[in-house]
């Protein structure tokens, strides 16, 4: 199986070394280009093997599977790239949410699917988000489905979903380390207890609270009855936080529709002309 990679940003390169360190590609089954050739080839210049191409159509040629990996408004002239070369037996992926399957099957004679991969599949975790086109069969899907497993779990979702599974499973990394890195600042502010001790104990804490969802088969109402002791340190800070934080999230997903939303509306306007609203 060859795989293509059109963009080699910051997903992009993600998944070309995941996919590589995890045994589930050799360097010499990948082609890959990128706006910038020097990027693609300094990446290229890594693994023994892969292929580093001037033009997108070049890193396309010939792969069972292509990864779309750029950013929206980027999509049309990439596509368009594409359309002298591609044919109906090649799959092509994209990783970005706005972009909808219609847009790319209206352009391409191909299997088109959607994916929306995380960041913790860099460490061969989380999930792999699937969202599949009309002339996409299941073989085609469990190809797909049995690369991405080496990294992640393939999820198959609708794709009228496909921003709050976003926000949970590719976004909510960022939410979460965010909230960490608050709570690790006001530990040392309110204590002094050292930045990288606090950061360590944290981590730590946050790696358990995630085994225990999973492989523990607890849910966070669970784990916060089992810990918070009725009248207890933990229940009373429990108050606080409910207090404070009620409506945040609601006001968060908002926003994240509120920007794809936008994103798909200008996707939409570069490939057919004309604005249409959400999916």
Known sequence: MNVGFIGTGTMGSLLIEALIASGALSP???SISNR????AKALAD?????????????AAYG???I???VKPLEFKKAVDELKPIIRPNQIVVSITSPVLISHLEGELDCKIAKVIP??????WSGASLCIYGQRID?????????LLSHISEPLRIDESYTRIVSDLSSCGPAFISFLLEQFVDAAVEETGIGREEAQRVASAMLLGTGLLLT??????????????VPGGITAQALHLLRRETDGVFNQLIRTTHAKFNEDVVKVSTAFIGEEVNGQ
């Open 28 to 30: 010499s089954q990948i």
């Open 36 to 39: 910038t050739f020097a990027k």
């Open 46 to 58: 890594r693994y023994f093997g892969m292929r580093a191409e001037y033009t997108n159509a070049g």
């Open 63 to 65: 792969c069972d599977i």
């Open 67 to 69: 990864f779309l990996c």
């Open 118 to 123: 995380s960041i913790t599949n860099y460490v």
């Open 138 to 146: 299941e073989e085609d899907k469990q190809l797909l489905e049995d």
């Open 215 to 228: 492989e523990g088969g607890l849910t966070p109402a669970d784990i916060q009855a089992r810990v918070a």
